[in-house]
């Protein structure tokens, strides 16, 4: 088996969007290093479900749902 294939695995710190911070351990950057994040899951439409709405272009989503409005949507 071959050596050294892995790489250096550590702590870092996680800054989030409002400030706060915690320790985790990756493989990102070096032992002590701080990864800032831009978007995270606290603020993220993703993880905690948006405010979006649906467009429907060209009545694309309401021929969806009348095409499959018996399965049980």
């Given at each position: 088996?071959?050596?050294d294939?892995?790489?250096?695995?550590?702590?870092?710190?996680?800054?989030?969007?409002?400030?706060?911070?915690?320790?985790?351990?990756?493989?990102?950057?070096k032992?002590?290093?701080?990864?800032?994040?831009?978007?995270?899951?606290?603020?993220?439409?993703?993880?905690?479900?948006?405010?979006?709405?649906?467009?429907?272009?060209?009545?694309?989503?309401?021929?969806?749902?009348?095409?499959?409005?018996?399965?049980?949507?």
């Amino acid at each position: 088996m071959k050596t050294d294939t892995h790489p250096d695995y550590h702590s870092i710190t996680v800054k989030m969007t409002d400030g706060s911070t915690y320790e985790t351990r990756s493989t990102y950057g070096k032992e002590g290093a701080t990864l800032v994040l831009d978007i995270d899951p606290s603020v993220h439409p993703a993880w905690t479900g948006g405010n979006t709405r649906l467009m429907d272009t060209g009545g694309r989503v309401s021929k969806f749902k009348k095409k499959y409005e018996g399965l049980g949507f």
